[in-house]
């Protein structure tokens, strides 16, 4: 089931939520929408899903528009952050549910209901506590429920809403993975929303990546990271630093800096920002560079973060370096050093 | 159906239990368990258990044959019927109503809303007998509603109807004040999840709303039961007290203190409060029961 967003907006009050978002999801993907809060990722999904109604375009589900239709029967299966499970009900009722509110005569008979719940329990490995209540699980196993739940219904399109935002780092990574599995599993066409980058990278087939309403760029992990398309990406998807400066000559111009961009071909201009990511500045490399003063040394597992301020006085720069490196480079706390980044991007305005 | 990935690389095991160990010393940031324990035991004895017991031992001055005598009346148990019964029907009215009072008030922006929303407590703030003179001249067969009722053939004012619209006036505040803060928790995630598991409207209302909302609802009825059996000023106008048919036991009660019948009057009051007590204790039970019946509080 595919799913194509054609030129929706949605304002509330005088708040421009989303401003025309095009998008087309393929059948059995695993798509994220990545942003920051308030970027409208959230009111997107819930469009999708039919809880929420955009102010203009359209929500076709494979080719058909379902614009309209009430999210009874869009038949989605939606997955919410702090899982809304009905605490009154077993665990097994929890699933049954959406078997059970069907007409009648849609209705499975109840033998029926308690194999799909059990089956349903057995996918997500909690069969062994169908007759426990909600309040009495953890926030894992609660989230796992509320997916077991959405499945029940055999939607077309699973929706979920940050759905590991309310969990604990171990936690949130063991689900992600397992959800990647399990949707490998199921190929059911996917959406989730997240804040979370990694999580989205690790997860997604494609990231979307939503700011301000509007979509930044849509495309692999890969793509993202390597080649952001903006300078808002850029900044969004990992670690960065930022530099002005200008192009002149095939070469980028940093304050008193010079450095080749050999598989660049810009033109000039009087203006222009360079990110390079931690991992591609190096320290006290021959030749020019940018001069600066280590202020900060952190060890993080295998790699040391080098935070430096720049002797030109234009904000502070990190830098990644492996053990080794860092090794036989022996810097210290307030040595001036030469950086250079290895790899930048250059973005004009 | 579907296939399940390989295991989760570690499960997650048992959330911490909410067990804890129940002694009756108990540890908290705030201190003075003995002291406020005692306190409370003293202020409940003075204020509750103090009076009830005289009344009990009054009533004993009877002897059993007379204190069983003076209950049974034909009087009496047509008071009682009236009583509990009115009281009992306007609990229910005002379950039904009281909610849905409190779920326009929750969940609709309207002009007014504020004022409205003060207008349910005025049953509370009311003289009782401010309120019963008004009740009585509404309804009555001459009054503003009273001649409707008149000319459609049947009468309000100085019948059990009367009592029962008494009693439902007095009883509102309590089931909309109690079922209020419950309803403005409701998550709306709930509703909307099961809006997406194809519920209808009326199946999230009664599967997933109702049965969060009706430890409070069940609150509220009893309050507003245990409010109607004692209500005395709001019902004697309009009921017109005539015996057997429109009397009420509280008035009942007034009526032997008047002829300095102190020991029958307790007698009344003892059976009273031994009924109501047993059906607020059968609610209190049943309350019990639900939330048990759902695990662990959360």
Known sequence: MSIEIRNITKSFGSFQALKGIDLTIGSGELVALLGPSGCGKTTLLRIIAGLEAADSGQILFHGEDTTHRHVRERRVGFVFQHYALFRHMSVFENVAFG???????????????????????????LDWLADRHPGQLSGGQRQRIALARALAVE?????????FGALDAKVRKDLRRWLRRLHDGLHITSVFVTHDQEEALEVADRVVVLNAGQIEQVGSADEVYDHPATPFVCQFIGDVNLFHGRVHGGRALIGETVIELPDIAESDTEQALFFARPHEIEI??????????????????????????RKDGRGAVEAELSREAFGRHAIKHGDEVVIQPSKIRVFQP | MYKSPDKLPLDHGLPESNEHMRTYRQHGVLPGFPLALGFTLLYLSLIVLVPLS????????????????????????????????????AAAINAVMGLLVAWVLVRYEFPGRKLADALVDLPFALPTAVAGIAL????????????????????????????????????????????????????????????????????????????TISPALMTGFALAFARGVGEYGSVIFIAGNIPLVSEITPLLIITKLEQYDYAGATALAVSMLLVSFTLLLAINLLQWWTRNRRGSRV
């Open chain 1, 99 to 125: 078997l059970r509110v069907r007409p009648r005569g849609q209705r499975p008979p109840e033998a029926e209901i308690r194999r799909r719940v059990q089956e349903l329990l057995e996918l997500v490995q």
């Open chain 2, 54 to 89: 005289a009344t009990f031992l009054k009533s004993a001055t009877l002897g059993w044959s007379g204190f069983f005598e003076a209950v049974t009346t034909p009087r009496v148990l047509a008071s009682y019927k009236l009583t509990f019964g009115a009281a009992l029907a």
């Open chain 1, 155 to 163: 939607p077309k399109v699973l929706l979920l809403d940050e759905p």
């Open chain 2, 136 to 211: 009585a001249t509404l309804y009555s067969s001459k009054g503003w509603i009273g001649q409707f009722a008149a000319q459609a053939g049947f009468k309000i004012a100085f019948t059990p109807l009367g009592v029962t619209i008494a009693l439902t006036f007095i009883g509102l505040p309590f089931v909309v004040r109690t079922v209020q803060p419950i309803l403005e928790d409701l998550e709306r995630e709930l509703e909307e999840a099961a809006a997406s598991l194809g519920a209808t409207r009326w199946q999230t209302f009664l599967k997933v709303i109702l049965p």
């Open chain 1, 284 to 309: 006290g490399g021959d030749g020019a560079g940018i001069v600066a003063v280590v202020r900060d040394i952190r060890r993080r597992g295998n790699a040391v973060r080098v935070e430096l301020e």
